[in-house]
């Protein structure tokens, strides 16, 4: 399929470069190393050779999220953004971007959010799980009361906002004791993420705020398949909820949450997340430069799925998501494509 559109895909600064350098052995580090860094070249070429007609683009993890002080966090972020902003205004038509933001601090998370959309002119939001604050053990996850003002101004702007996974703390993760192969993209950053998109919804956030649109990768972290077990577990037992959501999980998971394929390159597993979720809410990604692009359009493209469906994934939703004008050549020849 020509024309996709991707986003779940990363960049680096030299200030946050080194933050990805445990997830690969380190042989493979120069490598990782040389596609963070590039944009304009490398980057582009994968683009233009799988069918990607456009990269939605993010800082790496966990970055801004992993610095304590919240000067500094809020320094780096606006220095993120601006470099991004300077890469987008290149080639406006094939690079887009998600704002980095320094959660510590909800006021300085507004604030920047603010300028990426209103004067960069970002098309929403990527953070990367709980933020430390504090002697840097503390994490602060986004249910809490102090982020309700800046959910409201996420509203308001109407733009997503990309809950993007990070490991938990070395204080929070004995379960993984003996086991560090379970980090990273194995496990841990699907439970991670998963369990602060579940408290997001159990807090009572989108009844306060129904128009949020949140994303999800890899499928969904995990969640779609367990929807029927969070809304029902022991359904003998006649007991009422001990969440503040007015709903069933299922509801807002099904109105306010879409999904990327980013590094869950699975038909089966495309299949489920289709019939739980709807075509609608899925979109394509990569996880550039973590995982292959040929490794994503190659599955994506010969998927066991309807033509109709694979458009919709691979670029209508989110074209309508972000309120993309995209060219009317490459839709020309999408529709050759699909025809």
Partial sequence: MLGKI??????????????????VPESYWPELKSRLLDIQDRRLAEMDKHGIEMMILSLNAPAVQAIPETAR?????????????????????RFQAFAALPMQDPELAVAELERCV??????????????????????VYYDLPQYRPFWASVERLGIPFYLHPRNPLPEDSRIYDGHPWLLGPTWAFGQETAVHALRLIGSGLFDEHPRLEIILGHMGEGLPYSMWRIDHRNAWV????????KRKIRDYFNENFHLTTSGNFRTQTLIDAIL??????????????????????????????????RVKIGRQNAAKLFKLNMPAAARGRINQAAE
Avoid: C, M
Avoid at 84 to 91: C, F, I, N, P, Y
């Fill in 238 to 245: 006649k007991a009422p909820h001990k969440h503040k959501a």
């Fill in 276 to 309: 739980e979720i709807g075509a609608d809410r899925i979109l394509f990604s990569v996880d550039w430069p973590f995982e292959n692009v040929d490794h994503a359009a190659d599955w994506f493209n010969s998927a066991s799925i309807s033509e109709t469906d």
């Fill in 6 to 23: 991707a986003l779940e895909e990363h960049f680096a600064i030299a200030d946050t470069l080194t933050d990805s350098a445990g997830f």
């Fill in 118 to 139: 209103t004067t960069l002119g970002f098309r929403g939001a990527l953070v990367n799980g709980f933020s430390q604050i504090a002697d840097g053990k503390t994490p």
């Fill in 73 to 93: 966090a809020d320094e780096i972020a606006r220095r993120a953004n601006d470099y991004l902003a300077e890469q987008v205004a290149k080639r406006p038509s």
